[in-house]
């Protein structure tokens, strides 16, 4: 057995990005950065005047053309202006629609790749099948033709794996792009810059990383190494959130947060996740709902069908959430809940009739596959789905 770390080179925190990505981009020699970010992000903060003015003539454009879920025509779209820049770092400010955006960007740029079906022979994609190239690392350069510096303002975690997801607007459906230098160069934390992320979505998407660890820790590929990350990125996001939910300023509580996301995203891309996971991308894709929901109503429901395989874990959760005498779900479910967000799938508006469909396409997607308990049916996957329909009806 082996544990290969990514190409991350430096996580930044405690400073400001303006000052951070300057003196980066000057260790790296980087004479051609563009940017790019969240729409909302870029509007909030006066198309990043500090930011741009801070790397001066390095500075050849910013695109916000990247919607949710990273569509991929916004990609395409994005691609063809980079390659106009001539731009040799990519900065990538906002969630992980954003970064995953940016990583895909990488890949086209590495390959050469000019058009939408040569792109598509890198993918994997939900129901199993992958593109001719996928999968396949003696494709790529090393050192590569283009990094990105991710500066995340959610807690989603996207910054920490060489994994891309795509959406195909057509299908509905989401494609993975992997390669060996996909992730950032170097991660910059600013706490600062977060409070201008929607207060929902920063909370919601740290239950995604919340997501990440409790799934990680439950994984037959964990390790003790990872386990030590999983169950203290537990800890801190149990501290955090509940502080950061009645004080949104509170810069002392983003910071432990983001660390929280650094220690819970150690597994991601080499640790298999389960249910929440897998049955999130297809609510994502299918259904339109953002990530972090889609953890805040999975998860929960996840824990209490896979109880009867892992209770042992399931007690170290909760244990780590400050709640020995209670199961992990209800645990996870009330912390949720406290912080004023959707637990389950009627608050969602997700239709009962839905239902049936996203379990049919759910127990076709490989990471279903590898949950802790076997889910080898659609009806199984249904009774998942029911569990979360009607969390709101369990006990708190």
Known sequence: MQFKYTALERVIYGEKVASALS????????????????????KETNQFKELTQAIGDRFVGLSTGIGAHTPREDVLNVLREVRVSKADLLVAVGGGSVIDGCKTIQLAIDQQVQTEDQLLDYAQRTDGTRGSKCGDSSL?????AIRQIAVPTTL??????????VLDSKRQAKEGYMAPTLCPQVIIYDSELSKHTPHWLFLSTAIRSLDHAIEGYCSADTTPYHDGHFLHAIRLFSQ?????????????ARQLSQQAVWLACCGLATIAFGASHGIGYILGSLCGVPHGYTSCVMLPAVLRWNHSVNSERQQAI????????????????????????????KELDIKLSKLDEIAERAIRHPVVKCNPRTVSSVEQVREILDLAWNAAEHSL
């Not at 980066?24 to 870029?42: C, W």
């Not at 989603?156 to 997801?165: C, P, R, T, V, Y």
């Not at 955090?240 to 002392?252: F, I, K, R, T, V």
């Open 240 to 252: 955090a959130l509940p502080l950061m939910a009645d004080e949104p300023e509170n810069l002392e």
């Open 156 to 165: 989603s975690g996207a910054e920490f794996s060489n994994l891309a997801g």
């Open 23 to 42: 003196a980066v981009a000057q260790d790296l020699g980087s004479r051609r950065i563009y940017i790019v970010a969240s729409s909302t992000l870029a």
């Open 318 to 345: 909760a244990e780590a959430l400050g709640s020995a005498a209670e199961d992990a779900a209800i645990s996870v479910q009330r912390l949720i809940a406290r912080l004023g967000l959707p637990v389950s799938l």
């Open 140 to 144: 790529f350069q090393t050192p590569a």
